[in-house]
């Protein structure tokens, strides 16, 4: 029997700690992958095996003064990529929800800031973006991941196929194109696509 790749995700936020100028913080310092039970048809353990996860400072992004580091990822076989344009950190590699925890556990913030602003901080496990402010998951594809015709012309109907496709599913929800419909949600598609 083989093992099949499944992507999840699970979405949680860090309010009310304080971080200091210069001095790096762990925002997510207590995860157990015991933990996690929001996963599409809840079997899911410490073991199965995912391919990514992010962390986004949601609210509050500064990209002059702003980091986020994964120490540990390295050593567990994770590849760290923190976009400064966006705000997220990426974390990739098919390894076991354990060790992306452990990897989420040792993700740091650090601003060099001394304005004393607050940061809304978000995890999920899985390869899409979640927004609390919408409550909705985001992904980009650029233009070449859509199968587009010989040309290179994409039409709704390839793009829409794309989205849809059941590997892109997340928690069991189906991709669709968004439609952006107020100015909140404009904004996240903005900001962080």
């Known amino acids: 029997m083989s093992r099949q790749m499944m992507l999840l995700s699970l979405v949680a936020s860090t309010y009310g700690r304080f971080y200091d100028q210069n001095v790096p913080m762990q925002p997510f310092p ?30 509050g992004y500064d990209p002059a003064t ?18 400064t344009k966006t705000g997220i950190l990426q974390l990739s590699g098919d390894v ?10 040792s993700v740091t913030f650090t601003s060099t800031s001394g304005a004393g602003t607050s940061r809304r901080l978000t995890y999920n496990y899985g ?41 892109r599913d997340i928690l069991g929800l189906a991709g669709y194109l968004i439609t952006i419909t ?3 949600e404009q904004a996240v598609a903005s900001a962080k696509l």
């Open 66 to 83: 702003d980091t986020l580091t994964c120490p540990a990822c390295a050593g567990l076989g994770i590849t760290a990529d923190f976009d």
């Open 96 to 105: 076991a929800l354990g060790k992306y925890t452990e990897a989420l556990k």
């Open 182 to 184: 107020d100015a909140q």
């Open 30 to 59: 207590n995860l157990d992958c015991a933990d996690v039970s929001f996963t599409p048809g809840g079997g899911c353990n410490c073991d199965t095996k995912i391919s990514g996860s992010k962390v986004d400072i949601e609210e």
């Open 127 to 167: 390869h899409a973006m979640y927004s609390t402010a919408t409550g909705h998951f985001y992904e980009y594809y650029p233009k070449n991941a859509v199968n587009c015709n010989t040309v290179g012309n994409c039409h709704w109907d390839d793009a829409q196929a794309e989205c849809a496709d059941k590997s």
